[in-house]
């Protein structure tokens, strides 16, 4: 497994923008297909974004799609999702995650198909 560290949330108005990046660590982490979820409290963990092992491939949720992008870098072992055109339905707790993939192309847009998680990062937007 890898482990996962969020940063880059914060608090932020309608309308701006942000960018999270997730740091992975141990082994192999190019071999890992990567996701970001929300949650609010109470609530089931949604899902935002999905990046296949290579980064040529993603897949969004409804609610982001057109406003979010998901990247990485895997010389740096690193996740970003740049969130724009912010909301304050975007307010939540943004975790990121990690399965490891024998697909390149693949991505995964259920929590349950990830076994690897960071501790969150709070996004909150303002109104």
């Known amino acids: 497994q890898v482990q996962l560290v969020e940063s880059g949330g914060g608090l932020v108005q309608a309308g701006g923008s942000l960018r999270l990046s997730c740091a992975a660590s141990?082994?192999?982490?190019?071999?890992?297909?990567m996701g970001w979820f929300r949650q609010d409290p109470g609530k089931e963990r949604l899902f935002v974004a999905a990046?296949?092992?290579?980064?040529?491939?993603?897949d969004y949720g409804d609610s982001v799609k057109g406003r979010f992008t998901i990247s990485r870098d895997n010389a740096k072992n690193t996740v970003y999702l740049q969130m724009n055109s912010l909301n304050p339905e975007d307010t939540a707790v943004y975790y990121c995650?990690?399965?490891?993939?024998?697909?390149?192309?693949?991505?995964?847009?259920?929590?349950?198909?990830?076994?690897?998680w960071g501790q969150g990062t709070q996004v909150t937007v303002s109104s």
């Open positions: 995650a990690a399965r490891f993939s024998v697909r390149l192309s693949a991505v995964f847009t259920t929590p349950g198909e990830y076994n690897s």
């Open positions: 141990g082994r192999m982490v190019d071999t890992y297909a």
């Open positions: 990046i296949s092992r290579t980064g040529n491939n993603q």
